[in-house]
């Protein structure tokens, strides 16, 4: 096979991401439906709708953050356990205990089940609760967590992690005097022991966790009540509320390497990535006609062509036969698979230790790709933790950085690396630390990757005078802000899920917020104080010279012409002949949407103008 085999080559970087990961995590959520929960505090909602809220963001989270994991609904301190809706639903060996009852089995998140649960919010009686379920509030709470259990056993699938979430406005359930009481609390330790979670949304701001709860949830994580900390109405809400379209990866490590400092001491270390893009729904081909799903292989070839320059034999090459080749100096120079791959690496898996700099000379314009962390692993080499901490101690005592060269992987090409220690930081606002204790991976680049540009070396720079920069040191104050990674949200990411649920859903107008949008008036306002300086001292800004057009003064009939302007029809009736008509260059997606809003249609948003012109003229033929 003749072919430049550096153009079809992936990036190294996209290489060690793809990693499949296994284990998926069940949630249920188990919702309390005694009547206090029906009850209306003025023009607000009722605590159960309000639940219902956040149980649907929590299902459309889950489909973003990993469509593979399980969630579940539960309703307790129901008067009925009606049965399921339909055989799907039914799972066999699981009946539900009285006053308790499965409103949507554990499973892999659909649109059914976000449209089942939308469709109860939004109906003026949630679909006959009343009649259907009922309220009760002697539902005792173990037989709740038992039921919770025995759904997670019996969902088919091994569990890397399993949460059941309270929702209930009543902080004591069951009097310390009772058996229930403590029958809540010996099930509390039988999910301890099967390592079930359980998280509590408290639905009050009045609600007192002391009461029953603080010993329940201690119980159960085994924490020790002394540094128990209650939940809070507001923050568990926004908490699960929270809408952010972010795959959700599993915090696990790229590779178990050994660091060699010498040809006798080594340590075990694990390498994490700090950072990962956004991965986008994977794109199946369908046919057009039976929406079958198209499968496409590739296969080489290779053909031998007589002297008369016909085709005489054809057959498929295997990999085994297949040659790389690359043109250098004219000549056309050809290798084996292996002697690829034996060519990119070379040194074994591993991090050799060079030499120890200053952690001066590490300089940020030398960052060439996304830094990597570096953490000790004791069930590699015993002690290895013990010696990672005392060379991390003492490089930040020193500031020191050390040198390595670093192979993640067989057949893979070998990196520069500083690895610079680093210490922890103080926690961002959803409570994760902004930087671990460890030791940063910084890629550097070889002499080779280096490059020099002549505008930067002859360039020559202009002076400044003191007032010009005491004027942007004001200009600098004046549009400070806090920052924080957190706060900006990918725009094409977001806007990708939102078009996807909005045709899904048949939601019309979907809103983006795009948070990388600078927001100008405000800086505006900021800055106007000193715009009459900076005017004065640098000029005012030069304004662009208007574009001419194409056929402007030409007096040449021969010569094309400019487009005329839209003409807009002047009634309904008028746009309805112009599209019977063929003529729709002169009419706007806009219009058609506003014409086919007024004929109640619904569904248009991701319409295309000619999908916008199929409906119209269906609707005349109806």
């Known amino acids: ?103 949507i089995p554990l499973g892999s998140t659909s649109a059914e089940m976000i449209r089942k649960v939308r469709g109860m919010r939004e109906s003026s009686d949630l679909c006959g609760f009343d009649t259907k379920f009922g309220h009760s509030e002697s ?23 399993s949460t059941i979430i309270l929702f209930t406005s009543n902080d004591t359930p069951h009097d310390s005097s009772t058996n229930e ?18 998280d509590l949304v408290p639905m009050s701001s009045k609600f007192n966790c002391d009461k029953f709860y603080k010993e329940f949830l201690c119980t159960v994580l085994a924490e020790d009540m002394s540094d128990f900390e209650a939940p809070a109405y507001e923050a568990s809400k926004a908490r699960l509320l929270h809408r952010l379209f972010v795959k959700s990866y599993k915090k696990r490590s790229m590779a178990h390497l050994k660091w060699h400092l010498s040809d006798d001491v080594a340590l075990g270390v694990n ?31 290779t053909s031998t062509i007589s002297e008369d320059g016909e085709q005489e034999t054809t057959k498929a090459i295997l990999p085994g036969e297949q040659r790389k080749s690359i043109t250098i100096g004219g000549e056309k120079v050809s290798f084996k698979p292996d002697e690829v791959a034996h060519m990119k690496q070379l040194l074994p898996p591993g991090i050799r230790l060079l030499g120890f700099k200053p952690a001066s000379v590490i300089d940020a314009t030398i960052q060439i790709r996304s830094c990597l962390f570096l953490y000790p692993n004791e069930g590699y080499i015993n002690g290895s933790t013990t010696l990672f901490r005392a060379l991390y101690e003492k490089c930040l005592e020193k500031n020191q950085v050390a040198f390595c060269m670093l192979t993640m992987r067989r057949k893979q090409p070998t990196k520069l690396v500083a690895l610079i220690p680093q210490q922890e ?113 640098f000029g005012k800004d030069s304004e662009e010279a208007p574009k001419r057009r194409r056929n402007e003064g030409a007096d040449n009939d021969d010569e094309p012409r400019t487009k005329g302007a839209r003409v807009a029809p002047v009634n309904d009736e008028e746009l309805v002949e112009m599209v019977k008509q063929g003529k729709m260059a002169s009419l706007t997606v806009a219009v058609l949407k506003q014409y086919l809003q007024k004929q109640g249609a619904t569904g248009l948003s991701g319409l295309t103008k000619s999908g916008l012109v199929d409906k119209i003229l269906a609707i005349q033929d109806d």
């Open 1 to 103: 096979m003749s072919a430049d085999w550096r153009a079809n080559r992936s990036d190294d970087e996209d290489d060690e991401y793809e990693e499949a990961f296994a284990g998926r995590t069940g949630v249920i959520l188990a919702v309390d439906c005694a009547g206090y929960m029906f009850e209306q505090e003025g023009d607000s909602e009722t605590r159960f709708v309000e639940v219902l809220h956040i149980v649907e963001a929590t299902m459309r989270n889950k489909v973003v953050a990993n469509e593979t994991d399980l969630v579940g609904v539960v309703f307790y301190n129901t008067k009925n356990n009606p049965a399921p809706e339909s055989e799907d639903e039914l799972q066999p060996g699981l009946v539900a205990p009285r006053q308790c009852a499965i409103y």
């Open 425 to 537: 930081l103080a926690h961002d606002p959803m409570g994760e630390a902004d930087r671990h204790c460890g030791f940063r991976v910084k890629f550097i680049p070889f002499a080779g990757d280096i490059r020099k540009l002549s505008m930067l070396e002859e360039g020559s720079t202009p002076e400044v005078t003191d007032e010009q920069t005491d004027l942007f040191k004001k200009l600098v104050k004046k549009v400070k802000f806090k920052f924080h990674p957190s706060h900006f949200e990918d725009p094409s990411s977001q806007n990708l899920y939102i078009n996807i649920e909005s045709l899904m859903f048949d939601v019309e107008d979907a809103e983006l917020i795009d948070s990388t949008q600078p927001d100008c008036e405000r800086i505006d306002s900021k800055l106007e104080p000193i715009l009459a300086d900076m005017e004065r001292m």
């Open 181 to 198: 009481y403590q029958q809540a609390l010996v099930k509390a330790r039988d999910l301890q022991q099967k390592d079930i979670f359980v």
């Open 139 to 161: 539902t005792s709470l173990s037989n709740v967590l038992w039921l919770c259990s025995r759904i997670f056993s019996h969902c088919g699938y091994k569990l890397c992690q």
């Open 271 to 301: 390498v994490y990535t700090l950072r990962r893009s956004p991965r986008y729904p994977k794109k199946v081909r369908l046919l057009r006609t039976t929406n079958e799903v198209i499968v496409s292989k590739r296969v080489h070839m």
